[in-house]
């Protein structure tokens, strides 16, 4: 019976290495050199901003490449709420220096005091002048994190809303203990380390 139960506890253990091994080497075909950019908002006072964005791209040496170019609608203030952000490209990249990020938006909608307005795109462009790097075997992971507040201002008439954007740009797989491991910052972008994470503020164009 002793002899039975050994038997069994060699083989149980064959099979549990066995899955720990398999899923060893699952776990890393799935890495893949890339991006994954997100969206999220900072608190604010606004019962929502709904924008609407068609293209996601980036700048790299040899030109532009699509992020992605399906249409997607975010309530910014939502993803707030919810503690959340969402993601709105994950694509496979070559290893290398990447300089600028820009989303094209369509429209946005702002919900003050229950009442919706149209917002104003000044050229439908947004351009984050933010570099990132990609390293081999490892995704990149970033976060666009809107300042609704201090995004939406009054027309120079006072008559309804338009998009200045604010944002901050969340390296969140990039670990730092001071400013300088996150990058040297420049005329265009500021970069800053807290709690061992780090971010950027970016030259914001539109």
């Known amino acids: 019976m002793k002899k039975k139960n050994k038997k069994t506890l060699i083989i149980l253990g064959v099979i549990t ?3 720990v091994i398999l899923g060893y080497f699952y776990f890393n075909s799935q890495v893949t050199t890339g991006l994954q950019l997100r969206i999220t908002d900072a608190p604010g006072d606004m019962e929502s901003l709904i924008l609407s964005i068609s293209q996601v791209r980036v700048n790299s040496p040899s030109g532009w490449i699509v992020v992605n170019d399906n249409p997607q ?3 910014l203030i939502n993803l707030n709420r919810l503690g959340l952000s ?3 490209g994950d694509v496979a990249l070559e290893p290398g220096r990447y300089e600028q990020i820009r989303l094209n938006i ?3 909608i702002v919900k003050i005091n229950g009442v919706d307005y149209s917002v104003t795109i000044p050229s439908r462009e947004l351009k984050i002048i933010s570099g990132f790097n990609i390293e081999e075997g490892k ?3 970033l976060t666009l994190d809107f300042d ?3 995004s939406i201002n009054l027309n120079d008439n006072n008559q309804g809303y338009k998009l200045r954007p604010t944002v901050k740009v969340l390296y969140e797989n990039v670990e730092c203990t001071q400013e300088t491991d996150c990058g040297i910052s420049t005329s265009n972008t500021t970069y800053s380390c807290s709690n061992n994470k780090c971010s950027a503020t970016p030259i914001i164009s539109i």
Do not use: E, L, M, V
């Open 17 to 19: 290495a066995i899955i």
């Open 73 to 75: 609608t975010f309530d």
């Open 86 to 88: 969402s993601i709105i």
């Open 106 to 108: 369509d429209s946005a």
């Open 139 to 141: 995704k990149t992971i």
């Open 148 to 150: 609704a507040q201090n």
